[in-house]
């Protein structure tokens, strides 16, 4: 039998990128709107209900009317948007959070999926605020660099269209530091309070890099940079989607400059630790249109329907590994 899926909100990036991944799994029926129907409202309510998981690629307001819509209590829903991530409600999707998360998202009928920024952040921080080493209170802060695809239609068509040289060069942005990611950074990272988080988007399409700096002195017990490395790797050995690589990996690096693409058409995450005794840098390095959106969506549909948790990601993920690039 197929699990019929539908995806609302199916023209946006994350929502195209779901269904190249949908379209290649044999046991899923994707249910479509004709395009001259997309806006009947009547339509898009009997597909909400009619599915067996609903994708919500939608807008804040947009997620929330939708859910609103869905009345059939089987129907699950896996939400991109950031309106329901700290919800209590609704689990968080980040299978690798703890030990628990797992089983958390297989017995929810509404899983958010993480920020992509948060996520590199969380998978970061987490491990070592559970193990005692950096203090609840610690005045966290981090920087992310990411490609324009992660802004939307509106940005990539910016890019794409009009190219200006202010556009050639990194721009920060969210400089009124309230972006929409700092509060699911705070809550699933075990910390007090929000990080000082400043993203900046470049002049290329897809890829993620989440830096967080660390003073050891501020920790609240003795931890060389070592032992961050170790913590981290220790979390995620039996992890399929998360790599920790080795202390300082200069081997991983071109020429001393760090690669922000080789995770891209995957779901995978690598951490790396860089630093010494009196500084640590963990940078997580991802795509943010997979692990940092639709592959995520798709590991946790995975894990919501009973199946592989890899179905339809290791094989692309692996392919890529084995072939170094």
């Given amino acids: 039998m197929k699990h ?4 609302d909100g199916q023209e946006g990036t994350t929502g195209l ?41 939608l807008p804040d307001a947009a997620s929330r009317e939708a859910v609103s819509m869905v009345t059939n209590t089987k129907t699950g829903i896996i939400d991109a948007s950031t ?40 998978l970061a921080m987490r491990p070592l605020v559970a193990a005692g080493i950096v203090p609840r209170d610690y005045p966290a802060s981090c920087y992310a660099l990411t490609g324009y695809s992660g802004g939307g239609k509106k940005l990539i068509a910016d890019y794409r269209n009009a190219p200006r040289e202010q556009l050639l060069a990194p721009r920060p942005y969210a400089l009124g530091l309230d972006h929409k990611h700092r509060p ?25 890099a989440v830096a967080v700096p660390l003073f050891p002195r501020l920790f609240a017990k003795p931890a060389a940079v070592r032992d961050i ?10 992890e399929r989607f998360i790599h920790v690589l080795p202390y ?3 081997a991983d690096l071109d020429d001393g400059y760090f690669d922000l693409l080789p995770c891209n058409h995957t779901n995978q995450l690598d951490l790396f630790v860089f630093g010494h005794q009196d500084e640590v840098l963990i940078i997580a390095r991802f795509d943010n249109l997979g692990k940092g959106a639709s592959g995520a969506a798709i590991q946790n549909m995975n894990l919501m329907l009973g199946l592989d948790e890899g179905t339809g990601l290791t094989a692309a993920n692996d392919s890529l590994r084995s072939t170094g690039n």
């Fill in 248 to 250: 300082d990996s200069a």
């Fill in 83 to 122: 309106a329901f991530r700290t919800h209590p409600d609704w689990a968080y999707g980040l299978p690798e959070l703890h030990s628990r998360q797992r089983g958390s998202i297989r017995r929810s009928h509404r899983v958010s999926v993480p920020g992509c920024h948060a996520t590199g952040f969380i």
């Fill in 229 to 238: 490395q170790e913590t981290l790797a220790a979390c995620y050995r039996d």
């Fill in 17 to 57: 990128r779901i269904h190249d991944y949908l379209n290649k799994l044999p046991h899923i029926e994707v249910l479509r709107i004709e395009p001259d129907k997309r806006k009947d409202e009547e339509t898009r309510r009997a597909m909400l209900n009619e599915a067996d998981l609903v994708f919500l690629c």
């Fill in 4 to 7: 019929r899926i539908f995806v």
């Fill in 184 to 208: 699911e950074m705070q809550r699933y990272s075990g910390l007090d309070a929000a990080p000082l988080f400043t993203p900046i988007v470049g002049n290329y399409y897809q890829g993620d």
